[in-house]
């Protein structure tokens, strides 16, 4: 039965480019299904996991004075903690075929975005403000080093700095 269902696609590859190309980025050649691109993965998964990241660390000025953003309940931490771990899988989701941009630096970025995640997680889980802080700063930076290269085209910015050996 595995050699029959073969079959099908084997002559589906036939009819444009041959059996023996590797795993194309069709839908109907993945293993899974894709939802959308790059765009949408930023817009409806990463972003606001990152979101609720920088919203929950730091201070804020308001009207009536400065108000820390750090939660206050065990449900705000959990919330935090789920979030980071949605901002660390969207790394690997980056590296998806038909999402991913090549095996270089969106690579090395997209890996980074699972660390930085990653990173956040285990800041949430300690309930450690600063150590949120600052992994909310670091995610940052790598959101803005791949947007340099891969919207505006500049060169790989330096601003992984010492921090992507951890
Ligand atoms: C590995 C590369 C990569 C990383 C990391 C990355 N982005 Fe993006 N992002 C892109 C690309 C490419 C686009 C443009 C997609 C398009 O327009 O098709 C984009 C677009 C966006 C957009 C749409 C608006 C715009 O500026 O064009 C938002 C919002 C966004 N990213 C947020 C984030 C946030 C927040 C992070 C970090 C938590 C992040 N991105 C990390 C590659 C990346």
């Not at 308001?62 to 705000?76: C, I, K, N, Q, S």
């Amino acid at each position: 039965m595995k050699r029959l269902l073969g079959i099908i696609p084997a002559l589906f590859l036939l009819a444009s480019c041959g059996p023996q190309e590797a795993p194309g980025t069709k839908s109907s050649d993945l293993p899974f299904k894709p939802t959308g691109d790059a765009l949408h993965l930023m817009e409806w998964v990463l972003e606001p996991a990152a979101d609720h990241i920088w919203d929950s660390a730091g201070e804020i000025i308001t009207a009536e004075g400065v108000r820390d953003l750090r939660p206050t309940t065990e449900e705000g931490w959990l919330a935090v903690q789920h979030s980071a771990a949605v901002v660390a899988e969207s790394g690997n989701l980056l590296l998806m075929p038909g999402i991913a941009r090549d095996s270089g630096d969106w690579q090395e970025i997209s890996l980074a975005i699972v660390d930085a995640g990653l990173r956040a997680k285990a800041a949430a889980e300690a309930q450690d403000a600063d150590a949120l802080f600052e992994a909310g700063g670091h995610l940052y930076r790598v959101c803005v080093s791949c947007h340099a290269i891969y919207i505006q085209g500049e060169a790989k910015p330096d601003i992984l700095g010492p921090e992507r050996s951890e």
